[in-house]
């Protein structure tokens, strides 16, 4: 199996772009998180899937971030207008939720810089 | 208040010491615990889960204390290669069962020769 794959691996943007940053989870795991990393607030959860739905938003810190999950294999999530204070890594994670105990297996991130 | 917090070091500890460090979560519904290792501009990886009546794998060794809500490592005989950030993990169900893998910012071990 290839794992989670993320794209881009790097990306760097102006200030007022839209930024699509795409997620291919593990084949067969049915939940999906976005997660932002960065020194001053570590790995945050922006959002989370369970069977392609939206669980948990409550991350999201503003409008202009959105994240869609048309099908199982595929997940996006859009940056417009993308900022610099947008500038971090952000891992995609997918689970095979098998009750109490679900391991995530992260892709490699995608680091995003917003100049 | 955070969810999952922790120490973020970093514990500077000799080649072949003992380190342990704790994280605390606030929500007591929560119901899975795991320790994650993250290397230096790498993805999280799973170092292991975390068992109510603790748990050891190898070196390792993870605890479990829900009345004080409270989750340890401890890392014996540490080598070079155990230089990392070490993030807690809690698994906070909502009533549907779907699990919020939320982490804790880490805390960074650095092993010295």
């Known amino acids: 199996d290839a794992g989670v794959i993320q794209s881009p691996r790097h990306e760097v943007t102006e200030m007022g772009q839209e930024v699509t940053l795409r997620c291919k989870p593990i084949?067969?795991?049915?939940?999906l998180f976005w997660y932002r990393q960065t020194m001053m607030r570590g790995l945050e959860l922006l959002i989370y899937f369970n069977n392609n739905v939206p669980i948990d938003d409550s991350g999201m810190p503003e409008d202009r971030f959105s994240a869609k999950m048309p099908n199982a294999s595929f997940s996006t999530l859009k940056i417009q207008p993308s900022e610099p204070r947008d500038s971090a890594v952000y891992f995609c994670a997918s689970t095979k939720s098998r009750g109490r105990n679900t391991e995530a297996f992260f892709g490699q991130g995608t680091r995003l810089t917003v100049v | 208040r955070k969810e999952v917090e922790q120490d973020p070091g970093p514990f500077n500890v000799p080649e072949g010491a003992t380190v342990a460090f704790n994280c605390t979560y606030s929500n007591s519904a929560s119901q899975s615990f795991f320790w994650y290792r993250q290397d230096c501009r790498k993805e999280p990886k799973l170092l292991m889960s975390v068992y109510s009546s603790g748990n050891e794998d190898g070196r390792f060794t993870a605890q479990l204390n829900r009345a004080s809500q409270y989750i340890s490592l401890l890392i014996r005989d540490s080598k070079l290669s155990d230089s990392a950030t070490y993030l807690c993990v809690v698994n906070i169900p909502p009533p549907d069962s779907w699990g919020k893998l939320q982490f804790g910012a880490g805390t960074q071990v650095v092993v010295t020769p």
């Open positions: 084949s067969g795991h049915n939940s």
